[in-house]
């Protein structure tokens, strides 16, 4: 073999639980990096020839900060995949159901 392909070199990134905002951080990165981003089942892939890791990072850090997820989730470096992870003592919101208890008049609030 004379010529070897090269593969191009894919950077990724790995959504965690964050499934929701892939389309979001989709058209965010194509407009910020001027590249095109497909889309996996968890992941987003990005050419690597194109963009360079640390701006891949830096750009997905921007993202978890416009989107004020700051407080819950930070974005880490794993080879060349840039992962969104949620810090530990955040767990998914999950909503409340109020008792509808008995409420109390006004002569009983007031204490009349």
Do not use: C
Request: no cysteine; proline share 1%; net charge positive.
């Amino acid at each position: 073999m004379l010529f070897k392909l090269k593969k191009e070199p894919q950077l990724q990134v790995d959504l965690g639980d964050l499934e929701a905002e892939k389309e979001r951080l989709t058209s965010f990165l194509e407009s910020r990096l001027k590249v095109t981003v497909l889309q996996g089942k968890n992941r987003l892939t990005v050419d690597g020839q194109k963009v360079q890791l640390s701006e891949l990072f830096h750009a997905v850090k921007k993202f978890i900060y416009h989107r004020d997820l700051n407080s819950s989730h930070w974005a880490s470096i794993e080879g060349s995949t840039v992962k969104i992870n949620r810090f530990k003592g955040h767990e998914k919101k999950k909503e409340k159901t109020k008792k509808d208890g008995s409420h109390q008049t006004l002569t009983q609030s007031w204490g009349l």
